[in-house]
Structure formats: C-alpha cells, structure tokens
C-alpha cells in the first residue's frame, strides 16, 4: 500500500524568508501527487497538483512544489513566505488507476507552519 | 462555482447516541462524493466514496456508514457513537473523469463525550 511521509510535524519559518516543507510518498509508480493547505478550523485547499510532464509545478498564493522521481519526493517551496500563510499543509497522494470509478487521497500527517514575525 | 455545504458545522453528542451529517453539493451533476475523518495529530483518513446514488464503498470498517439517497447529497451515519468518533469529518467532490482532484467541504467537528 501507498504511503505518505511529512517529517516535519512543525516548522517555524520568519515573515518574508523562504519555505520548503518535505513530502515523501512510498508506491512503486508515479502517482497523482497535491498539497493541500487546512487553516485552524477550516476545510482543506487544494494548493497545488502533479501529475505528469514538467516536475516543477505551479499552485494558488505563490507556492511551487517539485516531483523527483529519484528522491520519491515531492517538496512544497515558496520563496518569501507571509504571515497569512500560517496553516497546516497536507501531501497526499492518488493512484493511477485504469477505466473510472473513484478512490481516496493518502494523505501524510500534516505539517505545522508557523510564522514568526 | 461549484460548491459543498456540510451541517452542521460543530456537534456535541453523548456515547451511544446517534450520528447524522449531511453534505451537500452545488454545481455539479453526478459527482464522485467522499468522506474523510481527521483525527487529533493525524491525517486524513477515507471512510467512504460513492460515485452514484445509492452506491457506497466503505474503505475502514466501524460503526459508521453512509447514504447517498440524491445525486448531491451525501449522508454519515451511526446508530450509536463511541468516543473515538471523535474527529474532524470532512466531504469532498471529485468529478466521475477526474476522481483524483478532490475539493473538501468546510467539515464538521464532532465532539463525542
């Protein structure tokens, strides 16, 4: 089975420098792979997604993030970060899967951002 | 725009009571609907999808179930709850071609005591 790896539960990151939150997904293909961002209380937005051509991926509110197939990772970056950017951010992923039908995200466990002024 | 109502929005409910959510959607025929629960520190985990009326697949067994008696609408259920029930349930719309591109409803955050 797929898995998601976030192994940063929290990262404190000042005003105005740049963010990069780590993803690691456990398949052994390329799957669909997304950010998601949760703010306090709130659903979950889709920032981001890949799911082929161009590793380098543009999203909603100034992030990027870049697949690597060798690395198994999928990296959320922003290069100047805002205080409104404090939030919980969600990797998940989808398999690719022939024919219709449907399935659920796996998602990692969440990372914590904070902003520090 | 398409759009996902879930109510209600917060809930307090005793052990052994029952459970009904309901989630709604606008701007969209025949969507794929979903139901995720996020537990305290965790991820999200799927508890059904359905991608049409009256069809439900369950993913985690337990004392929960769903419904899906219109096309936008998309119920969870449980006949009595147990303290770990306890979570941030969460809908999501997908299209039928499109199943991985999931968008999530507001939640609901239940509280079992």
């Known amino acids: 089975a797929q898995s998601v790896t976030q192994p940063d539960i929290h990262i404190t990151v000042s005003e105005g420098a740049s963010l990069e939150l780590r993803c690691n997904y456990s398949?052994?293909?390329?799957?669909?792979l997304f950010w998601y961002v949760q703010s306090p209380g709130q659903g979950l937005q889709l920032l981001l997604k890949y799911f082929s051509g161009d590793t380098l991926v543009q999203g909603i509110k100034g992030f990027e993030a870049e697949f690597k197939r060798s690395q198994s990772s999928f990296n959320l970056r922003k290069p100047s970060v805002h205080w409104s950017d404090a939030a919980e951010y969600f990797c998940?992923?989808?398999?690719?899967?022939?024919?219709?039908?449907?399935?659920?995200?796996?998602f990692g466990k969440g990372t914590h951002l904070i902003i520090q002024p | 725009s398409q759009t996902i109502h879930q109510w209600p929005a917060t809930l307090v409910q005793p052990v052994g009571s029952p459970l009904s959510l309901e989630c709604t959607v606008e701007g969209t025929s025949n969507p794929n609907l979903y139901w995720y629960r996020q537990a305290a520190g965790r991820g999200l985990q799927l508890l059904f999808y359905s991608v049409g009326i009256g069809q439900i697949s369950s993913e985690v067994p337990q004392n929960l179930s769903a419904s899906r008696p219109q096309d936008r609408q998309f119920i969870l259920s449980s006949k009595k709850l147990l303290l770990s029930d306890s979570g941030f349930y969460l809908c999501a719309r997908s299209s039928a071609t499109r199943w991985e591109t999931q968008y999530f409803g507001p939640g609901t955050r239940l509280l079992v005591l």
């Open positions: 398949y052994g293909a390329t799957p669909y």
């Open positions: 998940a992923v989808g398999i690719k899967r022939s024919g219709g039908g449907a399935d659920g995200l796996t």
